[in-house]
């Protein structure tokens, strides 16, 4: 089993950056891929990005590319996402969720484990 846990939503005025983090625990494996989900108010959860467990590929949906950066610490079992430059659109609950192996999926029903989510809003 995995757990996920999710940090770093708050609200936040446009322009502004935060970093998430997702705290992973259990049987993390080295082959795990990453993925960071959102879900704004009466929207379908869709990509925002991912990793995979050693750091050196990552992948992001158009509307954040060059604004949000994801990232892992190996050491202490962590992802981050670093989101600039945010915008009122931008708001939404953030999760993030992990699936075994290495292939690259943008669909969020491939992913095995998920975190709780947390809210990211962003004011105009």
């Known amino acids: 089993q995995v757990q996920l846990v999710e940090s770093g939503g708050r609200l936040v005025q446009a322009g502004d950056s935060l970093r998430l983090s997702c705290e992973a625990s259990g049987r993390i494996f080295s082959s795990y891929l990453m993925g960071w989900f959102r879900q704004a108010l009466g929207k379908e959860r869709e990509f925002v990005a991912a990793i995979n467990w050693s750091g050196d590929s990552t992948y992001y949906a158009d509307s954040v590319k060059g604004r949000f950066t994801v990232s892992r610490d190996k050491a202490k079992n962590t992802v981050y996402l670093q989101m600039n430059s945010l915008k009122p659109e931008d708001t939404a609950v953030y999760s993030c969720?992990?699936?075994?192996?290495?292939?690259?999926?943008?669909?969020?029903?491939?992913?095995?484990?998920w975190g709780q989510g947390t809210q990211v809003t962003v004011s105009s």
């Open positions: 969720a992990a699936r075994p192996g290495t292939i690259v999926v943008f669909t969020s029903s491939a992913y095995s484990y």
